[in-house]
């Protein structure tokens, strides 16, 4: 089955220390997202690429960064992970044929714990 | 500042019963909406969509209203059912070029009691 996989599914990490949360996908999809959500909170987009053009949401962490190195992979480098950035870290693609109206699809988060 | 709000965290529900659950936006600029469905351990799967030139979508037993003057949009479910027990985002959008934003709301948690 076609799907979006993160790994790990949790990740544990201690303040400060760098850490990278991987994403993979088998749809082809061109677009790739990465969401955190926080406890009973709204997942929040990061950032996405369409192909390799990256696009940053205005209120995004420098703390945080981003790597596409090809279609199939994502990841989420956090530079220096502070305990506020504990969060479920989901990512999701899209075709991108339809902008908005491309459906969706998230893996299944990857849970950060920062001590 | 939330720009879409899901006032009822939970709803619980009979078996055989609609479930109504709720989402209002304030920003006028929305224009396409969207509900997520997410069972524990899993992500966010798509359910259902409307446009906002639509007041009504439906798909099988998922229907969602649209009341634009109001800004509120809900998804009805009937007959609910234990399996349909879950999360549902509700999720908004403006057209753009190159947007690809979608707004979440908090979220709503549906127990469907059997």
């Known amino acids: 089955d076609a799907m979006v996989i993160q790994n790990p599914r949790y990740q544990v990490t201690q303040f400060g220390k760098p850490v990278t949360l991987s994403c993979s996908q088998t749809l082809n999809h061109n677009v790739m997202y990465w969401y955190q959500q926080k406890s009973s909170q709204a997942p929040k987009l990061l950032f996405h690429y369409y192909d390799k053009d990256f696009n940053n949401e205005a209120d995004t962490p420098d703390n945080f960064q981003s790597r596409r190195p090809n279609t199939s992979f994502c990841f989420l480098d956090i530079r220096s992970p502070g305990l506020g950035d504990a969060a479920m870290y989901l990512c999701?693609?899209?075709?991108?044929?339809?902008?908005?109206?491309?459906?969706?699809?998230f893996g299944p988060g990857t849970r950060l714990t920062v001590l | 500042d939330q720009q879409v709000k899901q006032n009822s965290p939970s709803l619980s529900v009979q078996e055989g019963r609609i479930s109504i659950l709720n989402c209002d936006y304030t920003?006028?600029?929305?224009?396409?909406f969207l509900w997520y469905k997410k069972y524990p351990a899993e992500g966010p799967t798509f359910l259902i969509s409307i446009s906002s030139i639509k007041d009504k979508n439906e798909d099988g037993r998922f229907t969602v209203f649209l009341n634009k003057s109001a800004k509120h949009l809900s998804l009805h479910i009937v007959p609910s059912q234990p399996g349909d027990s879950a999360v549902y985002f509700c999720a908004a959008s403006a057209s753009g070029a190159g947007s690809y934003q979608l707004t979440f709301g908090k979220g709503t948690k549906l127990s469907v009691i059997p």
């Open positions: 999701a693609t899209s075709d991108g044929t339809s902008g908005l109206r491309d459906e969706q699809f």
């Open positions: 920003n006028s600029m929305f224009d396409y």
